[in-house]
């Protein structure tokens, strides 16, 4: 079946170092992929998305390509800041029999300190 | 615009207690959609709801139950709670279809003792 991996965290990084955080996956079909952003205590947020191959997603300073021949959407961002601090979920999306319905990974667990 | 909101925020059961949990969609939205996240862990795929018809379920007991109602707003039930039933409860919801994005409420934290 359908599923998603993700490297595992916690991950800490200095302020203003370069993160990556690495997510691959398993699929029939096409799916679209996405990263989330859940920070303490608060629900989801999209956090950026592609939704077919070599479409390149970005958002706030973060950025991940979709790579088909790798079945890949990394996440990267070159200066973090404290303030992104929070767990990112890589995810996918697809329509199955008669719904869509979206696969996450486990999350990966960002500090970032002064 | 409101976003997605659900309610409780936070709720304390029993096990064997039945619990309710509500979402309301975006305005216009037909779809909804409820997520199962335990702690430490990413959300798990539990039901889909697309003009008040279940299109989808994930592999969740007959314990879990859903509706939703003429308005679009959902309602998640759960019967004999277990403690593995602790988690957060996620709703999302969109306009329909994999061309419409989909908005996550902020969560129901279910803990069962």
């Known amino acids: 079946g359908d599923s998603v991996t993700q490297m595992e965290g916690p991950v800490t990084l200095s302020e203003e170092a370069f993160l990556t955080i690495n997510c691959t996956y398993t699929?029939?079909?096409?799916?679209?992929l996405f990263w989330y952003v859940q920070y303490p205590g608060e629900g989801l947020q999209l956090l950026l998305k592609a939704t077919k191959a070599d479409d390149k997603g970005s958002n706030k300073g973060f950025e991940a390509t979709y790579r088909k021949e790798t079945t890949s959407f990394h996440l990267e961002k070159g200066s973090v800041q404290v303030s992104d601090s929070a767990v990112y979920f890589c995810a996918l999306r697809r329509w199955g029999t008669s719904y869509d319905k979206v696969i996450f990974g486990p999350g990966t667990s960002l500090s970032v300190i002064p | 615009d409101a976003g997605v909101t659900q309610s409780p925020t936070h709720l304390i059961k029993t096990r064997g207690q039945h619990v309710t949990l509500r979402c309301s969609p975006i305005?216009?939205?037909?779809?909804v959609s409820w997520y199962q996240q335990v702690l430490g862990q990413g959300p798990q795929f539990i039901f889909q709801?697309?003009?008040?018809?279940?299109?989808g379920r994930g592999n969740f007991p007959d314990r879990f139950s859903a509706r939703q109602f003429p308005n679009y707003s959902s309602e998640l039930n759960v019967n004999a709670l277990l403690l593995g039933d602790s988690a957060l409860y996620l709703c999302?919801?969109?306009?329909?279809?994999?061309?419409?994005?989909?908005?996550f409420g902020p969560g129901t934290r279910l803990t069962v003792t």
């Open positions: 709801y697309y003009e008040k018809e279940e299109r």
């Open positions: 999302a919801s969109s306009a329909g279809g994999l061309a419409y994005e989909q908005y």
């Open positions: 305005s216009g939205h037909k779809s």
């Open positions: 699929a029939t079909g096409y799916p679209s």
